[in-house]
């Protein structure tokens, strides 16, 4: 079964269930399948601060904000390192040019380096995505 890349507003979906979706859901089964999840090194800092805010604004109880951390530090991905040497380059253009956040356009640099689905639930990633000829996966 093959791969995509999940930004960190999918991925949170999987343990903050008030996010979730169909497509999220869906998402999480092909992974469990064997689907791989592909991600750039921020996704790490990017997930935990979700959590984090979703329990200063009290969207988890301080137990799903601990067993949503477990479970994200223990789901099964390939870390891509590379993502981190385009910063300047590749990534930083793809912002420019789609009107990104650097941090979104590591997401579609990935996917676009590696050729893989990008599934998001950000319009302008989603947008970014599919005038670079990628396959979106709309998470909303």
């Known amino acids: ?5 999940a930004d960190a507003s999918v991925s949170v979906s999987w343990v903050a269930r008030a996010q979730a979706t169909e497509t999220t859901d869906r998402l999480s089964d092909q992974m469990l399948g064997g689907a791989s ?3 750039p090194a921020l ?19 301080p137990e799903e904000y601990q067993q949503g ?5 223990d ?5 891509d390192r590379e993502a981190e040497l385009q910063a300047f380059t590749v990534t930083a253009d793809f912002a420019a040019r789609f009107g990104l956040t650097v ?4 997401y579609l640099e990935l996917a ?13 990633l989603l947008a970014a995505a599919e005038s670079l000829g990628l ?6």
């Not at 789901?75 to 870390?79: I, K, N, P, R």
């Not at 941090?103 to 590591?106: G, H, K, R």
């Not at 893989?116 to 950000?122: E, S, V």
């Open 103 to 106: 941090y979104d356009a590591a």
């Open 69 to 73: 951390r477990s479970a994200m530090a």
């Open 37 to 39: 999840l592909h991600i």
């Open 112 to 124: 676009h380096r590696l050729q893989l689905p990008l599934a998001t639930r950000d319009v302008k």
């Open 75 to 79: 789901v099964e991905c390939s870390l």
């Open 135 to 140: 396959q979106a996966i709309d998470a909303r």
């Open 1 to 5: 079964m093959g791969g995509f890349v």
């Open 43 to 61: 996704w790490l800092f990017e997930v935990s601060n979700v959590l984090l805010t979703l329990l200063r604004r009290g969207k988890l109880t």
